[in-house]
């Protein structure tokens, strides 16, 4: 059964950093594209961040870009998200999901195995 579990969400103030983690079960991981999705209070879906199945290719919306840092780690099924300088816009529900999205091929509850997700919070 494939399971996708996030941690790492909290509440912090602006301009402060996190590290989320996903752990994945129940399939080859390493065979896998990988990517991060956030859900903001009362809005939609929005790609955050992906990272192909060799760890090289990364691509970030252009709103994190210089302040997020996506990473995996094959041998240990997990997926990383090293936030930095957080602002209140940052704020949302991340996923991550075993899919490749992009600004050119939005991500859908339909597409791939989503987590239950981990709540940033950036608010002082």
């Known amino acids: 059964q494939v399971q996708l579990v996030e941690s790492g969400g909290e509440l912090v103030q602006p301009g402060g950093s996190l590290r989320l983690s996903c752990t994945a079960f129940?399939?080859?991981?390493?065979?896998?594209?990988m990517s991060w999705v956030r859900q903001a209070p009362g809005k939609g879906l929005e790609w955050v961040a992906s990272?192909?199945?060799?760890?090289?290719?990364?691509r970030y919306i252009d709103s994190v870009k210089g302040r997020f840092t996506i990473s995996r780690d094959n041998a240990k099924n997990t997926l990383g998200l090293q936030m930095n300088s957080l602002k209140s816009e940052d704020t949302a529900r991340y996923y991550c999901?075993?899919?490749?999205?992009?600004?050119?091929?939005?991500?859908?509850?339909?597409?791939?195995?989503w987590g239950q997700g981990t709540q940033v919070t950036v608010s002082s």
């Open positions: 990272i192909n199945s060799y760890g090289d290719d990364l």
């Open positions: 129940g399939f080859t991981f390493s065979d896998y594209p």
């Open positions: 999901v075993n899919r490749w999205f992009s600004m050119y091929s939005p991500p859908s509850k339909n597409s791939g195995s």
